[in-house]
């Protein structure tokens, strides 16, 4: 059964910072892996999507890898800003079905 | 991109009775949606495959007799939690796709039972 589990759980960081978050799958069949953002009480907003034959996509100041040997992924956010306050999380597709497996998500604040 | 509504966004009732909460693609057809239920710093936890025309497809452990699932058009599901008790008290969120790569999630709808 695959397990999605993303660390740290919080983070706090001041403008400007570059952070990394971090995601860890158990099983290496995957179909692919997608970050979100999720703003208290909303829904799901898709911030990249890796296919299982890429190693890495690009969207502004994110970037997300895929390492599915090592079975992890992580999402790079460059000069965060506090517009940047959310959850994020990872989320594996284990088929073309369209199913996904979540993470517990991180919560990020970014302090002015 | 394509917009995927929940109707209600919020819902409050009593012990006992019945809720159904309603998810359509806006702009785009949707042969599967996705049923998804969040409690309180905790993930998305997928709870059943809506498939239009068809009986959905339940993950292990949910009742479908207790969320019961329509997906009568292709631009819309419901999930009705029947017998509320204060423990279905959750976020609720629906997505649909046009397929494996594109999942288009709905803004959730907050289910709390007194």
């Known amino acids: 059964k695959q397990e999605v589990t993303q660390i740290p759980a919080a983070l706090s960081v001041p403008e400007g910072e570059n952070l990394v978050l971090n995601c860890s799958f158990t099983?290496?069949?995957?179909?692919?892996l997608q970050w979100f953002r999720q703003d208290p009480g909303k829904g799901l907003t898709s911030l990249l999507l890796i296919q299982s034959s890429q190693r890495e996509q690009t969207s502004g100041r994110l970037n997300a890898s895929l390492d599915k040997s090592s079975g992890r992924s992580t999402l790079y956010i460059a000069a965060s800003q506090p517009g940047d306050s959310a959850t994020y999380l990872c989320a594996l597709g284990s088929g073309n079905t369209g199913k996904l497996i979540f993470g517990q998500g991180t919560t990020l604040q970014v302090k002015p | 991109g394509a917009v995927v509504s929940q109707h209600p966004s919020w819902v409050i009732c009593k012990s006992g009775t019945s809720v159904k909460i309603e998810c359509r693609s806006l702009?785009?057809?949707?042969?599967?949606m996705f049923w998804y239920r969040q409690f309180p710093k905790q993930s998305l936890m997928l709870m059943a495959t809506s498939n239009e025309g068809s009986k959905a497809t339940y993950e292990q452990g949910v009742e479908k007799d207790k969320f019961l699932i329509n997906h009568a058009s292709l631009t819309l599901s419901t999930l009705t939690v029947t017998s509320a008790h204060p423990e279905d008290s959750s976020f609720y969120i629906c997505?649909?796709?046009?397929?494996?790569?594109?999942?288009?999630f709905g803004p959730g709808t907050r289910l709390t039972v007194l």
């Open positions: 997505s649909a796709g046009e397929g494996p790569d594109t999942q288009y």
């Open positions: 099983d290496s069949a995957i179909y692919n």
């Open positions: 702009d785009f057809q949707a042969t599967t």
